[in-house]
């Protein structure tokens, strides 16, 4: 490859790498647990309170 064609390359992957780059930053939002709870929540570092205990959970009653 001639110093050129590795430069125009090298452009190539740039321009694909920002756009992917711009794609993440400016795509939809996340929406999963741990991204709209806070970082520590319901452990006891948890600086809210009232999420430093787990939720109560339901009981499953096992089918037999």
Do not use: N, W
């Amino acid at each position: 490859m001639s110093s050129k064609e590795e430069h125009a390359a090298m452009i190539v992957t740039e321009r694909a790498r920002a756009a992917k780059q711009e794609h993440i930053l400016k795509g939809p939002k996340v929406d999963t647990f741990s991204a709209k709870k806070l970082a520590y929540a319901y452990t006891s570092l948890c600086p809210d309170p009232k999420r430093r205990k787990p939720p109560a959970r339901k009981k499953v009653q096992d089918e037999a």
